[in-house]
């Protein structure tokens, strides 16, 4: 009979479901406010166009940004639990909190908002693309000599460099035949697919609950 593996917190159980939840309902928003924007392009059309004025369901792509940055970081506190302590893991895990913090301010400062003198906007998507390679770079780390992130390692450090050079092409204006709506999709695809890998990872782990030990009294 096959073993299930190395058993996991109750609470990075939930982490995985938030981690699932979260990227879905973004993934989903994208979808179908793109169907209702008229000739809207994933080459030519910037992913915050989707919150911009000429988008019909401007205000889904907004809530659903905010949603996605709350879940973030409620992610990013239960995911303590999934990862043995290390130095790596306070970064990893920080700089994805710092992420979410950064998709809940792009949903209240959509692209047309003049806070800031009209740059709040782009100063919040910038902190969540660079936390967001930062924390992929940081977590393989933390998964060092622990079976229950085995083959995972890699796979995060690979996303995390894929989103740090897109980054780089990005601000450069080197998009290549991506465009820079193609390029912006390769900055922040890597950390979304993260989400839904890792979080169906611990979703399929069999999880056990801690139970406070009870001090008999002898008479």
């Given at each position: 009979?096959?073993?299930l593996?190395?058993?996991?917190?109750?609470?990075?159980r939930?982490?995985?479901?938030v981690l699932?939840?979260?990227?879905?309902q973004?993934?989903?928003?994208?979808?179908?406010?793109?169907?209702k924007?008229?000739?809207y392009?994933?080459?030519?059309?910037?992913?915050?166009?989707?919150?911009g004025?000429?988008?019909?369901?401007a205000v889904?792509?907004?809530?659903s940004a905010?949603v996605?940055g709350?879940?973030?970081?409620?992610?990013?506190?239960?995911?303590l639990?999934?990862?043995?302590?290390?130095l790596?893991?306070?970064?990893?895990?920080?700089?994805?909190?710092?992420?979410?913090?950064g998709?809940?301010f792009?949903?209240?400062f959509?692209?047309?908002?003049?806070?800031?003198?009209?740059?709040?906007?782009g100063?919040?998507?910038?902190?969540?693309?660079?936390?967001?390679?930062?924390a992929?770079?940081?977590?393989?780390?933390?998964?060092l000599r622990?079976?229950?992130?085995?083959?995972?390692?890699?796979?995060?450090?690979?996303?995390?460099?894929?989103?740090?050079?897109?980054?780089?092409?990005?601000v450069a204006?080197?998009?290549?035949?991506?465009?820079?709506?193609?390029?912006?999709r390769?900055?922040?695809?890597?950390?979304?697919?993260?989400?839904?890998?890792?979080?169906?990872?611990?979703?399929?782990?069999?999880?056990?609950?801690r139970?406070p030990?009870?001090?008999s009294?002898?008479?």
């Open positions: 009979m096959p073993g593996g190395p058993l996991i917190p109750v609470r990075a939930q982490a995985g479901a699932v939840v979260g990227s879905l973004f993934i989903l928003a994208m979808i179908v406010v793109q169907l924007y008229p000739g392009s994933d080459l030519t059309n910037y992913i915050s166009d989707l919150g004025a000429h988008s019909p369901w889904v792509f907004n809530a905010i996605l709350l879940l973030t970081l409620l992610a990013a506190y239960l995911l639990a999934a990862f043995n302590h290390r790596s893991r306070t970064l990893g895990l920080g700089f994805l909190a710092i992420a979410g913090i998709a809940f792009v949903g209240i959509p692209e047309t908002s003049t806070a800031l003198g009209g740059h709040a906007h100063l919040f998507a910038d902190i969540a693309f660079i936390a967001s390679g930062l992929l770079i940081n977590l393989p780390g933390a998964m622990d079976t229950r992130w085995e083959g995972y390692r890699a796979f995060t450090f690979l996303l995390g460099v894929i989103t740090l050079l897109a980054i780089v092409l990005f204006g080197r998009w290549g035949p991506l465009g820079p709506g193609g390029m912006e390769l900055v922040v695809a890597p950390i979304l697919l993260w989400a839904l890998v890792a979080g169906i990872h611990l979703l399929s782990m069999p999880t056990y609950q139970v030990i009870a001090h009294t002898s008479t």
